[in-house]
């Protein structure tokens, strides 16, 4: 029901900026819920960035003030500003999306990664 697709990794240096892509398609792309992950080399996949219903991006701790979650509803696709990278931003990023089922279910999808390296 949903497919997603994320793009904009690569390696940049300290300090530099990167734009993450997230496309969303399929008969429920519209109305799902979309978020950033991520999962650095040899630890678990972690929360990042999610979107609150107002439209304001929520963050973890290790991004806020550098990263900024957004979406464009008539392309159905969320984007992640990252700015002042770190050498811990090192990891392979996600798009999830989330969709409501049935009795208050929900299903997720999750899409296929890309890779972001920081390094000098």
């Known amino acids: 029901q949903v497919h997603v697709a994320e793009s904009g990794g690569g390696l940049v240096q300290p300090g530099g900026s990167l734009r993450l892509s997230c496309a969303a398609s399929g008969s429920r792309a519209s109305d799902a819920a979309l978020a950033w992950y991520r999962q650095p080399p040899g630890k678990q996949r972690e929360w990042i960035a999610s979107l609150m219903t107002s439209g304001a991006g929520d963050y973890a701790d290790p991004v806020k003030g550098r990263f900024t979650i957004s979406r464009d509803d008539a392309k159905n696709t969320l984007y992640l500003q990252m700015n002042s990278l770190k050498f811990e931003d090192t990891a392979v990023y996600y798009c999830?999306?989330?969709?409501?089922?049935?009795?208050?279910?929900?299903?997720?999808?999750w899409g296929q990664g890309t890779q972001v390296t920081v390094s000098s």
């Open positions: 999830k999306a989330v969709v409501r089922t049935k009795g208050w279910n929900h299903t997720s999808y």
